[in-house]
């Protein structure tokens, strides 16, 4: 064919495309690359047809690179369309197609390497070239599933559900755009059907499973004999029969996820580059039926559909880690039925494998490991301290900055017990001061994170002061980033943008941590700083396992950590324990400050909080403060000060209020001075405030909240503050209209110590959105932690269930006290539940009249303050009125 012009090369290349396309015959693929490569050579550099060749060319390549997977194949569309893209002026109608194409191959290389920066360069270009189509043309629907297909890999990589609203509508709208008979209507079905897959995996709602079955059943109906799809049509529809399977337990979608995953990998050629996917998911399904009819022979076909996946999956694929990890349970499983040394040497192989390859989604190898970690509590022979160093190590990898402060919390609440389950391991292996570390480390994640990003950077600023503005810069803007509701007049940060402030964030730490003398920069702290969080006295950590508790204990100038078995106290009996409290307060309607404590009538006795107690005191409380040598002490006027620091389901227990009520000297508050701090880490954020001037205190009062009982103590609360401060220290107060959102907080930003006595309440479904009832609307937890206050002391919340966690959260700590420590404030009194209108004058009365006195907080004078005051209140209203004096709490220094 000597002698063809451009033009004639051209043509040809496109009538081998478009035989490549209807037959699937690599030969006409392989000759359309030719004449395309051909033509490229001969067209001149400014000639109007060198943008179509090119991007002709892209396409070639596309199509090649889907069909046998080589990465040259997938570089080269990039680097077409790239080219095709900088000579083509944006009123060129092929512009947005362009564009398309650009974001189709960010998308594979996303695919193949799993890199998040690939993939949002795919969102924003395809985003781009949807925005430019109008509507009625007929690419716009191809524009929407494209987008919809990227906005999957987004949400099954990050989890964040903005990403997964934003497939089901893309790939809904794509469906609706696309007419009947269309060649890319099965496509369209099938696309739909992921999306609702991943919402039925997030909600686990089965109407969404059962949608995801329907959409892809039609995709593959639509789908004709021999087409090259019909491989990807039954495996999608596989794995929603396993889904369904394990939802509902039924045989015959088990049989249907075998035979669905059996026709895709039959019908996927040797050469195909989802071929390690097609046995990986046959694999899933022989391993289901095998723990269902315990047959030998399918427990012999998942290893070997497992074995097949992991080694033709190339190297630095993003499913590396997952192949490693199914091929771990199956070796596992073989071991268990042979008793093969070598099975369990291949399964420890595969699980280490599985928890340290990090090309694909963090969430997913952190899975590996957790999964990893939880069957070497069964069997202590898999080594369960290198499976939760694992563990460990790869958390703040799954629990990352450059997701907002909702979605981290929301994959928190997916773990369940990280934090317990890893320190019962150390301390089952007699790791005491690992135990402490790995709590510290895997306890209030979020909260941890925060206060790293407000770090104060005063050692690095001194040597490297330009590297520690953008790390400041960079921190700040990340942490507004992570807020669920910035301000209205603030940036508007994109998915993409947070990604990236988390990216440059990072760098710039592993940046400052190669600097002679910053190696352990803004690190986790290892036990030889934790061990300084006893300043005033000794730090309980209590750790609630499903069998047993643990106590860990911090004395002030000791250099070990302490342990003490309380092996009869459980996570059920702390779980009926707070169940009990709860039924309590609902029956006495100790729910909101305000309500009179009048019992409900009952179809059942009320629970007795009084054994409740008695257990804790008997099983938990006693058996410390025996350790800790203080049953004996006699000096009811110099007590010593224990701070605890529960875990899990104990965390909701008032261990301040721990006795046996029927035997003298048998309560808590007879022996010790007790307060709470959610993590070590608060104690050493914090330094006693002992100012060089009185302090300035701001009382904030809202006496009427609309739809809430009024709170007639709050005007009596006030003056009990103005009386003991206002000749002391510099006294200012807001008090209903005048205690706007914006007021407080700018005020607050101008005192020392700050007093809130108002209504607040508990957001059940989003803890975030907690807060106080002010007069133009709630200062929530957002708002707040958004703060960074400084030199701040004493928090003082009057309210209702201002130290109320989240339930589905225990070790996240978060509620509003929380949130003031996180703000800042390093001391503060609080209520696990609603306090009664007439006793928050009583209390806040005597803490400040005991605080004026010592003039200072930050060294347990708060502590101090709260317990005296509170046995005022016992003695006022009786021992056993414990709806009514046991809520109040100190949390911090």
């Known amino acids: 064919m000597d002698g063809l012009d451009y033009k004639d090369l051209y043509k040809e290349g496109e009538f081998y495309h478009n035989e490549f396309r209807r037959s699937k015959n690599l030969d006409d693929l392989e000759k359309a690359i030719d004449y395309g490569n051909r033509a490229l050579e001969l067209i001149p550099s400014e000639h109007l ?51 398309a194409n650009i974001g189709v191959s960010y998308g594979l290389l996303y695919q193949r390497f799993g890199k998040v920066d690939s993939l949002n360069k795919a969102i924003k270009y395809k985003s781009r070239a949807l925005k430019l189509t109008p509507d009625g043309h007929p690419d716009l629907p191809g524009r929407y599933a494209a987008l919809g297909v990227s906005y999957v890999d987004r949400y099954q990589r990050l989890g964040e559900s903005d990403d997964l609203n934003k497939s089901i509508e893309y790939n809904s709208r794509a469906l609706e755009l696309t007419p009947d008979g269309h060649l890319d209507l099965p496509n369209r079905h099938a696309a739909l059907g992921v999306s609702y897959t991943d919402r039925y995996r997030r909600l686990k ?364 106290y459980t996570e059920e009996k702390a779980r009926n324990a707070r ?78 209020a721990a006795g046996d009520y029927g035997q003298p000297r048998s309560r808590v508050f007879d022996h010790v001075i007790s307060s709470y701090t959610p993590t070590l880490n608060a104690l050493l954020s914090s330094v006693p405030t002992v100012l060089d001037r009185p302090p300035r205190v701001l009382a904030v009062g809202q006496s009427i909240t609309p739809g809430h009982s009024p709170l007639q103590g709050v ?8 009386n003991h401060i206002q000749h002391r220290a510099v006294y200012s107060q807001l008090k209903d209209d005048q205690a706007t959102t914006a007021t407080v907080l700018a005020e607050m930003e101008q005192y020392d110590w700050v007093h809130l006595a108002c209504h607040a309440h508990q957001n059940i479904m989003n803890p975030t959105k907690s807060g106080f009832y002010l007069h133009d609307g709630t200062l929530d937890l957002v708002t707040i932690t958004q703060r960074s206050f400084k030199n701040k002391g004493l928090a003082f919340l009057s309210a209702c269930q201002t130290a109320t966690g989240d339930e589905r959260l225990p070790d996240e700590a978060i509620h509003l006290a929380s949130g003031m420590m996180m703000a800042g404030y390093p001391s503060v009194v609080a209520s696990m539940w609603s306090v009664m209108d007439e006793d928050a004058p009583f209390v806040a009365d005597k803490v400040y009249e005991i605080l004026m006195k010592a003039g200072k907080v930050g060294n347990g004078e708060a502590g101090r303050a709260v317990h005296y005051a509170v046995a005022g209140l016992r003695e006022k209203v009786g021992e056993k009125e414990f709806g009514r004096w046991v809520p109040y709490i100190h949390i911090g220094s």
């Not at 773990?415 to 895997?442: D, G, M």
């Not at 990216?503 to 352990?520: H, I, N, S």
């Not at 030889?528 to 309980?540: C, D, H, I, Q, S």
């Not at 169940?579 to 629970?607: C, H, T, V, W, Y």
Request: proline residues 6%.
């Open 49 to 99: 047809d060198l943008l179509t060749l090119l991007s002709c060319l892209g396409a070639y390549h596309d199509d090649r690179y889907r069909r046998l997977g080589k990465l040259d194949d997938m570089e080269k569309p990039m680097e077409y369309d790239v080219r095709a893209l900088e000579i083509m002026p944006e009123t060129n109608p092929h512009f947005p197609n362009q564009l």
């Open 715 to 722: 005007t009596r609360e006030l003056e009990c503050l103005e």
């Open 205 to 568: 709602k089965v109407a969404d499973l059962n949608k995801a079955i329907e959409y892809k059943s039609r995709a593959l109906e639509l789908t004709p004999e021999n087409h090259p799809d019909l491989s990807s049509r039954h495996a999608t529809l596989g794995v929603s029969y396993t889904d369904r399977y394990r939802e509902l337990g039924q045989v015959d979608d088990l049989n249907k996820a075998v035979k669905h995953s059996s026709c895709a990998l039959e019908l996927t050629p040797d050469d195909h580059p989802d071929l390690p996917s097609r046995h990986a998911t046959l694999g899933v399904s022989y391993s289901d039926r095998y723990r269902r009819t315990g047959k030998l022979l399918d427990l012999y076909k998942s290893f070997e559909h497992d074995f097949f996946a992991l080694n033709l999956t190339p190297d630095r694929h993003p499913t590396l880690s997952l192949r490693h990890f199914n091929l771990a349970v199956s070796s596992h499983e073989l071991y268990l039925y042979t008793s093969d040394p070598d099975c369990l040497h291949s399964s420890l192989d595969s699980f280490r494998k599985a928890s340290q390859l990090l090309t694909g989604a963090a969430r997913d190898v952190f899975n590996n490991a957790f999964q990893w970690a939880k069957l070497t509590s069964k069997y202590n022979y898999l080594n369960p301290i290198e499976a939760f160093r694992a563990v460990v190590d790869l958390l703040p990898h799954f629990i990352w900055l450059g997701a907002t402060t909702s979605q981290r919390y929301h994959d928190l609440s997916l773990v369940e017990k990280v934090a317990v389950r890893t320190a019962s391991a150390a301390i089952r292996s007699s790791e005491y001061s690992l135990a402490l570390e790995w709590l510290e480390h895997t306890r209030c994640v979020v909260w941890n994170q925060s206060l790293m990003l407000r770090s104060p950077l005063d050692t690095l600023e001194s040597s490297y002061p330009a590297l520690a503005a953008q790390l400041r810069e960079t921190a700040k803007q990340l942490h507004h980033a992570s807020s669920q509701n910035p301000a209205p007049s603030s940036v508007t940060y994109s998915s993409e943008h947070r990604h990236q402030l988390a990216k440059e964030y990072d760098d710039l730490l592993a940046q400052v941590r190669k600097l002679p003398g910053f190696e352990t920069f803004l690190r986790p702290m290892e036990v030889k700083e934790l061990l300084k969080t006893a300043r005033y006295g000794p730090v309980v950590v209590i750790n609630c396992h499903d069998a047993h508790c643990d106590a860990l204990v911090i004395k002030p100038g000791k250099d070990h950590v302490g342990h003490l078995a309380l092996p009869e």
């Open 579 to 656: 169940s009990q409290i709860d039924a309590m307060l609902r029956n006495r309607r100790l729910r909101e400050r305000g309500f009179k404590p009048k019992a409900l009538p009952l179809s059942e006795p009320e629970p007795d909080v009084g054994l409740v107690l008695a257990s804790l005191w008997n099983e938990v409380v006693k058996p410390v403060l025996d350790y800790l040598g203080y049953l004996d002490n006699d000096a009811p006027n110099d007590l010593p000060h224990v701070t605890w620091c529960p875990t899990g389901a104990i965390t909701f227990l008032p261990l301040h």
